[in-house]
């Protein structure tokens, strides 16, 4: 209790002292940026632990969809993997878990990576060699009503961190996808009252809805797998 009462302060102070610093680090646009330790497969990592996506907005559904796009992202780079909701209810089942959890998920908001004090305790914790953590930063669609000419868009922004149990940074991502649907005309005069009385409540019905939440984080993440560290077995297989 007393470890965990002190990674909960620490993690606090983390947090704050890393406000100014995380407002400098949003960006947008598109381009990845992407970092890897040229000893990653000296490190000894074997078992990775997924922690439970971080948004933005507390949407829950965005993070469930996250967790799972990157889970089989980077299933090819030949690690044992545990998934973030496992993760949790481990974490959940120990004194002071959920204090843990939410700690490191406010952390994680301002900071997209587990320091080197918060680092070991989980692992420790969670018996692995490192953990991914992963921040939605930007989870937006925008559609049009049938009075609007343009393309309806989706897009998503996000930052990742492998940090392994000594509280090394292994990896790092950060990136943003747009995916754009198709041209559309407006097909009515907006100053014109609609039939019914009432504006199209439902675009994607109409076929001006933006591509899925789904296709947007394939295209983003298929760009990180192959840059992602492989697991040193299969490094030795390659060659």
């Known amino acids: 209790m007393r470890g965990v009462s002190a990674v909960v302060c620490v ?28 000893d990653a497969d000296s490190l000894g990592i074997d078992r990775i632990a997924m922690l439970p996506a971080a948004a933005y907005n507390h949407d829950l559904a965005a993070e469930h969809l996250v967790e799972g796009a990157l889970a089989r992202a980077l299933r090819p780079a030949g690690y044992r993997w545990i998934s973030a909701a496992t993760a949790k209810d481990l974490l959940l089942a120990q004194p002071a878990g959920d204090s843990l959890l939410k700690a ?26 490192a953990v991914l953590t992963v921040r939605v930063e930007r989870w937006e669609q925008i559609a049009l009503e049938d009075y609007q000419s343009g ?74 797998t192959g840059r992602f560290p492989p697991h040193p077995a299969a490094l030795g297989s390659a060659k």
Do not use: H
Not at 197 to 223: C, D, I, V, W
């Open 104 to 129: 490191v998920r406010q952390a994680l908001l301002d900071q997209p990576r587990l320091d080197s004090l918060v680092a070991p305790v989980v692992c420790g914790r969670l018996r692995c060699d």
């Open 11 to 38: 993690l606090a102070l983390t947090a704050t002292l890393a406000i100014g610093a995380a407002a400098a680090d949003k960006r947008s646009g598109s381009g990845d940026e992407i970092w890897a330790r040229s």
């Open 151 to 224: 393309k309806p868009f989706t897009t998503i922004t996000l930052r990742a961190a492998l940090v392994d149990s000594l509280g090394r940074l292994v990896w790092s991502a950060a990136g943003s996808e747009t995916a754009e649907g198709s041209y559309q005309s407006a097909s009515r005069d907006p100053r014109a009252t609609p039939t019914g009385g009432s504006l199209n409540q439902n675009p994607l019905a109409t076929g001006f809805g933006p591509p899925s939440y789904q296709e947007t984080l394939t295209a983003l993440l298929g760009r990180w």
